[in-house]
Structure formats: C-alpha cells, structure tokens
C-alpha cells in the first residue's frame, strides 16, 4: 500500500466521483486530502461531513492562489468535467481551459503521479459539446508529456449522485408518471462509481502511471431496465410512460428555454440513442477490483443509511 500520508490533490473534487473517492481513500487511511472546486454548495456539504481534510473553493479554469496546493503533491487526480449545459462556451472552460492550467501546476511543482479521468464519450458516436471537449481534454493530457493513467469511465451512478441516476430517481419519487423517450430500449452499460473509486485508488497504491483504459460497466442494461430497477430499489409507484421521441425531444428543448443548466438536454438525449456500445476490458484483474453486481450496486446506491440521504446541486 502507498504511504497515507502523501497528498492527493482532487481536483474537480466535489462532484460525484471526487465526494465518493474522498470517503473510500479516508476509509482506506488516507487523511493528506484536497479537494479543489467551484461548486460552493457541494463543497460546503463536503465540508460539514469532512471537516479534516482541505476542502477549497477555486476556480480552475482561472490562474490562482489553488496553484499553490501542487508544492508537496503526490498524486493529482483530474476530476474536473462540465457535463450538461447548452452554452459551449462552458465545456470549453470547464473541460479544457481548467486542464491546461492544471498540467502547468504539475510540471511547476514537478507533482510524480497524475490520474486523468476521461470518458467512454471519447470513442462515442455522439457529438455534442461534452464530447467535443472530452476529446480535446484527453488529447491534451496524452499530448503534455506527463506520464498519466487515463481512465475512461461510462455512464456512473452511485452515492451523491446528482445528475444521471440519482436525478431520475428524485423525479420518480416526487412525479406519479415517469416517462421515458420512445421504447426505452437503449442499452447502456452503467458503472457503480464506487468500483470506478477503487480502480482510481488502485492506480494510487500500484503507481500505475501509462495507460489509457476503458472502464465499462460489466452488464449492458437497457435504460428502460435501468428505471425499472430504480423504482424497485426506491419503492416508487411512478407509473413509467412511453414517449415519442419527437414529442419528449420538444419537451425537452421548451425546458431548456426556462432552466439554463437543465438536467436532461435534447443533446444528452441524442447520446442516450446513439446506440454507442463500449470495450469491455478485464479491469477486475487489471486493477484486482471486483465489480458490484448492477442489482446490488443500486440497493447500495439508495438505500446506504447516511449517504443515500446527500443530495448534491447541480
């Protein structure tokens, strides 16, 4: 096992995968913790559960004072995503212009290890912005000459889930009609984000520092399947609508004209369908993580007694 003492910047921290990886590194003894974000409130709820780490306020995507945090680092984990939204110019700040500021930290301080996560959309067939972006993102890491593991996760869902899963399941629960754009049979190959944690851990503990690797969820479950066992798991009684996909299109794009950061775009759903079907390597074995049976994954994922409770903001 790698020292506990060293620290490990997240950056990009306080979102799905960085409020997950916190409470597994700190179970696994690591306490040398900073997390780095500009989402006040999901901080401050990082915060109030972990008071004994660093938790800091920064905007990466702007030279700054976080800069000085990478003096002393051990590993950089890279975290930090735009991943809905409809103005461009913010997947380009967020995904790109954050990561060039960050790579010029780590050759400043001359950080040794860098774990970069990526995405499965980085071989989609989809094209939207986060795609677009994902893309430049990742070229940038591999083109920097830092010698990284890139890790490119699919669809996740999990503890402090705000988007993806953990939106729909708030929906079902508050809306006694759930509908779902045309059949539903769009398979998707979903990853429990604690399985995804600890291959990030995996790669801090085995000094895993090359590589580009696609972590897929193990079982391809059609998204109406996916709503199915949410309802299950959460005892809803949402009654699941089929929608034309024309109709449920328009809805959406009439939302998107009231909410600037919606939690469902027409170029998100547009992904959904795009019939995308990920590699599946053997990273059980690669990273000695076994992986969570779907069913059980989503037991865990709302039913967990403190963290199925947290509910981050978008």
Same mark, same amino acid.
């Given at each position: 096992?790698s020292?506990s003492?060293?620290k490990?910047?997240l950056?990009?921290?306080a979102?799905?995968?960085?409020? /997950?990886?916190v409470?597994?590194l700190?179970?696994?003894?690591?306490a /040398?913790?900073?997390?780095?974000?500009k989402?006040?409130?999901?901080l401050?709820?990082?915060?109030?559960?972990?008071p004994?780490i660093?938790?800091e306020?920064?905007?990466?995507a702007?030279?700054?004072?976080?800069?000085?945090h990478?003096?002393?680092?051990?590993v950089?984990?890279?975290l930090?995503?735009?991943?809905?939204g409809?103005?461009?110019?913010?997947f380009?700040?967020?995904?790109v212009?954050?990561t060039?500021l960050?790579?010029?930290?780590?050759?400043?301080y001359k950080v040794p290890?860098l774990?970069?996560?990526?995405?499965?959309?980085?071989?989609?067939v989809a094209?939207?912005?986060?795609?677009?972006?994902?893309i430049m993102?990742? /070229?940038?890491?591999?083109e920097s000459?830092?010698a990284?593991?890139?890790?490119? &996760?699919t669809?996740?869902f999990g503890?402090?889930?705000?988007?993806?899963?953990?939106w729909?399941?708030r929906?079902?629960?508050?809306s006694?009609?759930?509908?779902? &754009?045309?059949s539903?049979k769009?398979?998707?190959q979903?990853l429990?984000?604690?399985d995804f944690?600890n291959? #990030?851990i995996?790669?801090?503990e085995n000094?895993?520092?090359?590589?580009?690797f696609?972590?897929?969820g193990?079982?391809k479950i059609?998204?109406?399947?996916?709503?199915?066992?949410?309802?299950?798991?959460?005892?809803?009684?949402?009654l699941?609508?089929p929608?034309?996909?024309?109709?449920f299109?328009?809805?959406?794009?009439?939302?998107?004209?009231f909410?600037?950061?919606?939690?469902?775009?027409?170029q998100?759903?547009a992904?959904?369908t795009?019939?995308?079907?990920f590699?599946? #390597?053997?990273?059980?074995?690669?990273f000695?993580? &076994?992986?969570?049976?779907?069913?059980k994954?989503?037991?865990?994922?709302?039913?967990h007694p403190?963290?199925?409770?947290?509910t981050?903001?978008?």
């Open positions: 096992m020292d003492t060293q490990i910047i950056a990009g921290g979102g799905l995968v960085g409020q /997950n990886l409470a597994r700190m179970a696994r003894g690591y /040398n913790i900073v997390v780095l974000d989402h006040r409130a999901n401050s709820v990082l915060k109030k559960s972990r004994d660093v938790v306020y920064a905007d990466l702007e030279p700054g004072d976080w800069q000085r990478f003096e002393g680092c051990s950089v984990i890279m930090q995503a735009q991943i809905g409809n103005d461009y110019q913010e380009v700040r967020n995904n212009e954050s060039e960050i790579l010029n930290a780590i050759r400043q290890q774990v970069h996560i990526s995405s499965s959309v980085v071989e989609s094209d939207d912005f986060y795609t677009r972006t994902k993102q990742e /070229n940038m890491v591999l000459g830092i990284c593991a890139v890790l490119r &996760p669809l996740m503890w402090f889930d705000r988007k993806h899963l953990g729909l399941s929906f079902m629960n508050k006694p009609v759930f509908p779902i &754009p045309g539903g769009y398979m998707r979903p429990y984000v604690g944690c291959i #990030i995996s790669c801090i000094n895993v520092r090359e590589g580009v696609n972590i897929t193990h079982e059609d998204y109406i399947d996916i709503i199915r066992e949410i309802r299950r798991a959460t005892g809803s009684r949402a699941i609508v929608v034309p996909y024309s109709l299109y328009a809805l959406l794009w009439v939302w998107s004209l909410d600037r950061n919606p939690p469902f775009t027409t998100q759903l992904a959904l795009a019939k995308d079907e590699e599946l #390597i053997d990273w059980p074995d690669i000695k993580v &076994p992986f969570t049976p779907f069913r994954a989503v037991h865990e994922t709302f039913n403190e963290y199925s409770k947290v981050l903001e978008f």
